[in-house]
């Protein structure tokens, strides 16, 4: 029987790439729907397939492959899926491999212990910023960050003190995102947003209230490398009520000294 090469560059070769691409997207698209804290008790498949636009039968064998490879797991009981283990494992991995992380622990620490509120540590990602890492203090129960959690760039003091020293391009990213979903605060516009980078720039950190619609306040500072490009920030965030505005101001010099101390560790200005 004669055996014929397949032309890699031939029309079904193409589509079978089409079509793997396309399944990879399709479960990226379904693990990052389920990392969202609302399915922390899991989903359904006609829940997931509504959700990310699938067929069912689509998003259920989406599913079973990853839940073969530990990615998801499924409730006996409920039926219901949510993230499985090896999803931990490759974020562990991250984490352990994140050499600003391990950097800026002992800085994170310290500088929760002295100020008494919770101090995490935030880096940016396509417009976003992703906290990578947190300590808890004080007495306030509600979590105001979390490891893992992603929040527009403009609309946090940690975003906003790293997206004061990006380029112009990811600015411009910013303020269309600001006029396609306004924060409830101060910045309504691309004037209001570049007027905040700019007095960011200016005094060194950036600060953040929302006492009216979150409960929420924070202050960041950005950290820098050894190439001198910001490289992450660190901020304390706490409620309101146990982070006034004059605390904000007191604890903005610590912050900004313990940014600083970081970004001299990652080989800044050295």
Request: proline share 3%; net charge negative.
């Amino acid at each position: 029987m004669e055996v014929r090469a397949v032309n890699p560059g031939s029309a079904t070769v193409r589509s079978v790439q089409r079509e793997s691409v396309q399944s990879l997207e399709r479960g990226f698209n379904i693990l990052q729907h389920m990392a969202d804290p609302r399915l922390s008790r899991g989903a359904t498949v006609t829940d997931l397939a509504r959700d990310v636009g699938l067929h069912k039968s689509t998003a259920y064998r989406i599913l079973d492959t990853l839940r073969q490879q530990g990615f998801v797991r499924q409730d006996a009981d409920s039926g219901r899926y949510s993230l499985g283990y090896s999803v931990l494992n490759i974020a562990a991995q991250f984490l352990n491999n994140a050499e600003i992380r391990g950097v800026a622990s002992s800085e994170l620490r310290e500088l929760a212990s002295a100020s008494g509120h919770s101090v995490h540590l935030a880096v940016w990602d396509r417009g976003e910023v992703v906290y990578l890492d947190k300590v808890d203090k004080g007495e306030w129960t509600r979590t105001v960050t979390n490891v893992g959690m992603r929040s527009p760039a403009h609309c946090t003091a940690s975003g906003r003190a790293i997206l004061a020293h990006l380029p112009e391009e990811a600015i411009g990213d910013a303020a269309a995102r600001v006029l396609s979903a306004p924060t409830l605060d101060d910045i309504r516009s691309e004037v209001d947003l570049r007027a905040t980078l700019q007095e960011t720039r200016m005094r060194g950190y950036a600060l953040i209230d929302h006492e009216a619609t979150e409960g929420a306040r924070e202050v960041a500072a950005p950290v820098f490398d050894y190439r001198g490009r910001v490289a992450a920030a660190i901020g304390i965030s706490d409620s309101a009520n146990a982070l006034s505005q004059e605390r904000m101001e007191e604890l903005a010099p610590m912050v900004v000294m313990a940014a600083n101390r970081i970004s001299q560790r990652l080989g800044h200005g050295v």
